[in-house]
């Protein structure tokens, strides 16, 4: 009876066995966590996969907020290379701008193209040196951020748990720690580079400026040049006595002045070419003075006073007329022997004297000047003594010439340059609006006549 209950039990059980097999279930078995109650429904299956470490769970957020760091980083850098590229394009139009200012347009355009161009720049520098500046300032302050994300990237909170239960830290694995720097030198060589190629464009704005003035001078020396060539080409008479020197005005600031000084003489001729219609009196054609006599030899002809001759501020009534307008040839010689003298208009003598400064030498040393009367050696002008006309070939020797040779010097006849002080464009300087200018005496002579 015992053994056919047996095997009543091991048949049903077999086919239990076989019918879940044929269903494909299957039994698991799980471990139980220590504490857990056996009949909790504990599920193994979820607790494997929802459940982990604290310290897995820190490193997975540390990695994800280092993720969304680098990505913020990346946008920072992308927009400092918008201003990077705006900066650029702001200094090119800098580099247009001095370039359309460079060009040699009309003081009209440029005036208008000023005031037209208020306020195009922004907030672009004046000086593109400040540009850079300012570059350089964006590239160091975005280097130092990039240097500390890098030092705050290089270390991780490590999976060891010290005893105390503080997470120790260790560095990031070498691929990533390599791949920052590698992304950052790349960041930093591309604004080394771009801060180079805007002072290499500094650089050659700064050079082209230069160039520019450089050319503006050189074409400045020119113009002096060439104003200077024709200064001398409209002084280069066709031979050195054939000038006049013209004194429009009654002032007391146009002369002439002669560079040679008279020796100590005993005797002198003093012959020249007049013209002038100066009222009232031609004021004076020439005088000398010397230190301590501002009137050592003076010809005035004075309001209306008759042409005057001095000789050591000793005086001499002439009996000539030249205030009609016509060139005129005046001659005057003096000899310290009984203080004689003659004077001689258009090769005719009109007056002799004697008398004026007998035995005097004249001094050496002294400054002769055309077209005023000193009150001091070399200056102190009165307006009112002053020659009004035009004067050419004054010539002065240190005798008493012939009459003979006045009438040749008169008529054209003969040249005789003086010993003393002969009639060259070197000897002779222009002061206060004077002037000098080509004549052939004896051309013009004829043509008045």
Known sequence: MLISLLGLLYLVSGRAVRSQDATGSRFVCNAI??????????????????????????????????????????????????????????????????????????????????????????????????????????????????ENLEQQSLRLPSTNVSAGGVSALTPLPLELRELLRQRLGALETQLLRKVAELEEEKSQLYNETAAHRQRTESTLNSLLERITELEKSN???????DFKVSLPLRTNYLYGRIKKSLPEMYAFTVCMWLKSSASPGIGTPFSYGVPGQ???????????????????????????????????????????????????????RLGTGDNLAPWHPIKPGGVIILGQEQDIVGGRFDATQAFVGELSQFNMWDRVLRPVDIVGLANCSAYMPGNVVPWVDANVEVFGGASKAALEICEERAFDS
């Open 235 to 241: 002084n280069a008479f066709k031979s050195p006595e």
């Open 33 to 146: 966590p220590p504490g857990a109650e056996p009949g909790c429904g504990y599920a193994p299956t979820g607790n494997r996969f929802q459940s982990s470490s604290p310290v897995e769970d820190e490193l997975r957020n540390t990695i994800i907020q280092l993720r969304e760091t680098i990505l913020q980083q990346k946008e920072t850098i992308v927009s400092q290379q918008g201003s990077i590229k705006e900066l650029n394009s702001k200094l090119a139009r800098c580099e247009a701008s001095a370039d359309e200012s460079s060009q040699g347009k009309s003081r009209g355009q440029g005036s208008r193209r000023k005031e037209g161009g208020k306020n195009t720049m922004g907030d672009l520098p004046r000086d593109p040196g400040e540009t850079i500046d300012q570059l350089g300032k964006t590239m160091q302050s975005l280097k130092g951020r990039l």
């Open 294 to 348: 501002a009137n050592e030899i003076v010809l005035i002809e004075w309001g209306n006073n008759p042409i005057e001759l001095l000789v050591n501020d000793k005086v001499a009534q002439l009996p000539l007329s030249v205030s009609d307008g016509r060139w005129h040839h005046i001659c005057i010689t003096w000899t310290t022997r009984d203080g004689f003298w003659e004077a001689y208009q258009d090769g005719e």
